[in-house]
């Protein structure tokens, strides 16, 4: 056995044996990859809106002092992770 066959047992696994198998471990993997991503993506895209909405005014409409955006932004911050 070569050192990068040892390697990628080490790290992955076995390879699946049956076609069965490995047709389902690239859906699990598909699954987990498109969860990982929207769990990334919604939060930073909320973070974004946020700080948009209080460059264009959000800040004079709700009398919001300087700091208030920085707890905001923590909160979100701490909420999705």
Known sequence: MSFLTAFRIAVWGRPADTKEERRFLVKIDVFILTSCCLQY?????????????????????????????NQINTVFWCVSW
């Not at 930073?44 to 264009?56: H, P």
């Open 41 to 69: 993506w919604t939060p930073l895209l909320d973070r974004a809106n946020l700080n948009n909405a209080y460059v264009s005014g959000m800040k004079e409409d709700l009398a919001m002092p300087s700091n208030e955006l």
